[in-house]
């Protein structure tokens, strides 16, 4: 099915422990994002990529890197993983660049770091 | 700070009445809004878009955008219990694709 396909679904990391979260999307949409959610804090933005070869920090990038690795990738690496990056991280893919439209988003990964 | 205000709920709605979610916005400047839906465990789904003052249908769901007012409501008619979800609201700002979400209201519909 077409969509956005996100691995791993879940996660158990150690403080300090590294990794890395892939993406790919097959809509032909230039931009991609990376969000987390939290109880009681919604859906925040970490980073974005407007188009291939372009990224940019979202409200809430500290302890993240992403690389757009081509047009249907889009990877989210935690360099050292801390407590408090415990969440579930999302990404979405939106064809924003033909106007306002919505994201579509993928199935999530349940990130837990001990 | 932009900012997209939703009361959290959770609000309770017997099945066959109106459900109505309520959302504000700080920025005026805002473009485009979005109502998705949330189950449990899964990953947000756009249900509605709105860009135009007035009222926007689409089957049971009615989103209604006030600019001068900075609201922004989705109604639904009939609830049923596949209804029951988290609602978030999302906010693009002029010149700016990115999408600012609330927190989400949480809604059951009682059988």
């Known amino acids: 099915n077409a969509g956005v396909t996100q691995t791993p679904k879940f996660q158990v990391l150690k403080t300090g422990q590294s990794m890395t979260l892939q993406c790919a999307q097959d809509?032909?949409?230039?931009?991609m994002y990376w969000y987390r959610q939290d109880p009681g804090m919604g859906l925040r933005l970490i980073y974005y990529?407007?188009?291939?070869?372009?990224?940019d920090k979202g409200e809430v990038p500290n302890g993240y890197n992403v690389s757009r690795l081509n047009k249907r990738e889009f990877s989210l690496r935690l360099e050292s993983a801390a407590p408090s990056q415990t969440s579930v991280y999302f990404c979405a893919s939106s064809e924003a660049d033909r106007g306002p439209y919505g994201y579509t988003f993928g199935s999530g990964t349940r990130l837990t770091v001990v | 700070q932009k900012e997209v205000e939703q009361n959290s709920g959770p609000l309770s709605v017997p099945e066959g009445a109106i459900a109505s979610l309520n959302c504000t916005y700080s920025?005026?400047?805002?473009?485009?809004f979005f109502w998705y839906r949330q189950y449990s465990g899964k990953s947000p789904e756009l249900i509605m878009s709105?860009?135009?003052?007035g009222d926007k249908e689409d089957g049971r769901f009615t989103a209604q955008l006030n600019k001068a007012s900075q609201y922004v409501s989705l109604l639904i008619r009939d609830s049923q219990p596949s209804d029951s979800a988290t609602y978030l609201c999302a906010v693009s700002y002029f010149g700016n694709e990115k999408l600012t979400f609330g927190t989400g209201t949480r809604l059951t519909i009682i059988p």
């Open positions: 920025d005026r400047g805002s473009q485009s």
């Open positions: 709105i860009y135009s003052n």
């Open positions: 809509m032909n949409h230039n931009s």
């Open positions: 990529s407007a188009s291939e070869g372009t990224t």
